[in-house]
């Protein structure tokens, strides 16, 4: 860390490299397609490596990245504001990819044959469009909170909100996430 804010190149493209696939995951759940989740990371990259000499306290490196992620996306969406959409080309890399149960900590969940990577990719849509149905702020808390494994407290540092107002806006989300997901869970058993 140090060592790329002093300038060195090839300690930020380490960084770089280690924070990419977590910005990506970021980037699908909130824009919800490939071509703004790499631009997100692209950007978010770009700009922390503008100023990570600014940085004062380098072991807050995952809250300050977070933080810039965040606002490169609302900054995207003020522009667009436009509902994201998924591409047959995200369809084809979600089914390739690891699975949603996966990516939820539960790797033995499911199976590895094709009905399963079929299963994998509607649950993986459910929860996209779940996610979408939410307000921007609820949204964007349980994405950091459940997909990228932030605290209350770096969420509340993130978007400059008290942590009880972070805790707010994640249980009303994951409610409505719970109602909205529910019965199309329930009848797929």
Known sequence: MKQAASGDARA?????????KPLYRMGMRLAGNREDAEDICQETLAKAHRSLRELSDHRKFSVWLHRIALHVYQDRRRRERSR????LEVVREEVESVSLLERL???DAMGGG?????????????LQEALDTLPEEQREA?????????STTEIAEIMGVPTATVRTRIFY??????DVLSPPLGRAR
């Open 12 to 20: 930020f493209d380490l960084l770089a490299q280690q924070w990419w």
């Open 84 to 87: 994201p959409t998924v591409s």
């Open 105 to 107: 900590g539960r790797p």
């Open 114 to 126: 094709p009905s399963d990577d079929i299963e994998a990719w509607e649950l993986r849509q459910m």
């Open 142 to 150: 349980i994405v950091l909170r459940e997909f990228q494994g932030l």
């Open 173 to 178: 989300g994951l409610r409505k996430l719970h």
